[in-house]
C-alpha cells in the first residue's frame, strides 16, 4: 500500500506565496512521485506541473514563470513552490505517484485559497 499525504496548503493573498509537500508512505521502494494536479469548483482535474518519466518538467502555461516543481527521491518527496498566487490559482491541489507496475496513486488533496 502507498499512501501520498500533501501538505501546505491554505489561504494566501493575490500576489503571495505557499509551498505545498507531498509524500509518500508505505510501499515507496519502488515509487515515483511524480506531480501535482488541481481541481477548482466545477471544473476538471487539470495538470500543474510534473516530473516526466525520464525527469523532464512539464508545466501548464497558467503558471510558467510563477511556480516550480521539485523533489528529494530519497524522501519520495515531491514539492511545489508558488509565487505571486492569483485567485484564478484557487483549488484543491493533488500530487500522484507511480509505481513498476504502472499504478498510479493520489493524495487526498490540500485545499489552496488566493483571495484578499
Known amino acids: 500500500q502507498v499512501q501520498l499525504v500533501e501538505s501546505g496548503g491554505g489561504l494566501v493573498q493575490p500576489g503571495g506565496s505557499l509551498r505545498l509537500s507531498c509524500a509518500a508512505s508505505g510501499s515507496i521502494l519502488s515509487i515515483d512521485v511524480r506531480g501535482w494536479y488541481r481541481q477548482a469548483p466545477g471544473k476538471e482535474r487539470e495538470l500543474v506541473a510534473r516530473?516526466?518519466?525520464?525527469?523532464?518538467?512539464n508545466y501548464a502555461d497558467s503558471v510558467k514563470g510563477r511556480f516550480t516543481i521539485s523533489r528529494d527521491n530519497a524522501k519520495k518527496t515531491v514539492y511545489l513552490q508558488m509565487n505571486s498566487l492569483k485567485p484564478e490559482d484557487t483549488a484543491v491541489y493533488y500530487c500522484?505517484?507511480?509505481?513498476?507496475?504502472?499504478?498510479?496513486?493520489w493524495g487526498q488533496g490540500t485545499q489552496v485559497t488566493v483571495s484578499s
Open positions: 500522484n505517484a507511480v509505481d513498476q507496475g504502472g499504478i498510479l496513486y
Open positions: 516530473f516526466t518519466s525520464i525527469g523532464r518538467k
